[in-house]
């Protein structure tokens, strides 16, 4: 009785570790999808590569031509960080040669070696799983490629920068913010936020009329001593003439 729980223990534990090893590359795989060309082809990169077992990569030319490149790296199995690593530096080993949108056959040629034609020119590359599994360091390896190991992980890890949003000049809100409107005398709502007042004052000093309803702007507020920014209701009074 307990061999047969101990096996079905062992046999929940295989499937498991199997699902879960399934599931890693796509942890990595989407980061390399303009890369690869496709989502199909990153995660065979990224399984291949985590695996050793042979990577299929399918691409299609200008004239519809669909062509399969298979075939294994060099190394053996690694974790995600190696993988990683190993497909940022056939990145750019490949762009380092003015090949920024490759095919399967270049990709190939990056990770195992081989020849690739760039503008009517042959350049023999150095596959980087062919350097690693002849005992080369990553940070050697990147040198090969003319760069340095750690500005490359940080420039590929570095998160994408936020839109900049440029409000408009010299307007601020209540608390001080910027502001993206204004309120016309005609109470028109460009704006966000309450400004109340009885009247508008005019630029002389002499009360505009009497009025009563609502102007919304931010950061512009009119009456008795108020300036632009403050927060609270201005009330101006006064007859119209």
Not at 143 to 162: D, E, F, I, R
Not at 205 to 229: L, W
Request: charged letters at 10%.
């Amino acid at each position: 009785m307990k061999r047969e729980i101990l096996a079905a223990a062992l046999a929940a534990a295989l499937l498991a570790s199997g699902a879960a090893s399934a599931a890693e590359p796509k942890q990595i795989s989407p980061d390399f999808v303009p890369f690869a060309g496709s989502s199909a082809n990153a995660d065979s990169l990224v399984g291949g590569l985590r695996s050793g077992s042979p990577i299929t990569l399918s691409s299609t030319d200008s004239a519809g031509v669909t062509t399969t490149n298979t075939f294994s790296p060099a190394t053996g199995s690694m974790g995600n960080g190696n993988v990683r690593i190993a497909l940022l530096l056939a990145k750019q080993q490949l762009a380092g040669v003015g090949i920024t949108q490759p095919t399967g056959q270049q990709i190939q040629a990056s990770l195992t070696g081989g020849d690739v034609i760039v503008n009517g020119q042959t350049t023999t590359l150095q596959g980087v799983t062919t350097l690693r599994a002849g005992g080369m360091g990553w940070g050697r390896i990147a040198q090969t490629y003319g760069v340095k190991l750690g500005p490359l992980m940080k420039a590929a890890n570095a998160p994408a920068a936020a839109p900049v949003v440029t409000p408009a000049s010299g307007v601020t809100n209540a608390s001080g913010a910027p502001a993206s409107g204004l309120t016309t005398a005609a109470g028109s709502n460009p704006g966000h936020g309450n400004a109340l007042g009885r009247g508008i004052t005019t630029g002389a000093g002499a009360p505009a009329g009497q009025g009563q309803g609502n102007a919304y702007g931010r950061g512009i507020t009119t009456g008795a001593g108020g300036s632009p920014g403050q927060s609270g209701n201005a009330f101006a009074k006064g007859k119209g003439g």
